[in-house]
């Protein structure tokens, strides 16, 4: 009986520790440190862009209302001043994401420090 018991015991123990957790369960995204050093366009900007502003500022949605497109570096590059007053909501500028709140405080401070450093 002891064996049974201790045999049941070592297989529920090993059981329990058998577990499979995805990355985007244990690190969800946003949950880690935000890196606002050495950001680059490609990197961290284009990505951030895509996620957040490309609904209405990229491919076919610019004619359809986005009027400012964010599909490439240049265009970005070129209103870069623009895009700091909307996403920061500044005057001078329509507050941006449209309908919706501010962007992270990562994001807005990796934008800044890219802004920043050209």
């Not at 500044?90 to 800044?112: F, N, V, W």
Request: hydrophobic fraction near 30%; glycine fraction near 10%; proline fraction near 4%.
């Amino acid at each position: 009986m002891k064996i049974k018991l201790f045999i049941l015991a070592s297989l529920l123990l090993s059981l329990s520790m058998c577990y499979d957790d995805s990355e985007e369960e244990l690190y969800p995204q946003g949950s880690g440190p935000c890196v606002s050093t050495d950001v680059t366009y490609s990197g961290i900007i284009a990505p951030m862009l895509n996620d957040n502003c490309n609904v209405c500022h990229g491919n076919s949605n610019v004619s359809n209302g986005g009027s400012i497109d964010l599909r490439s570096y240049a265009q970005v590059n070129s209103r870069k001043d623009l895009i700091l007053k909307s996403i920061f909501h500044q005057s001078g500028a329509k507050a941006m994401p449209e309908g919706g709140g501010s962007l992270s405080p990562c994001a807005l401070s990796q934008y800044q420090n890219w802004y920043d450093n050209g």
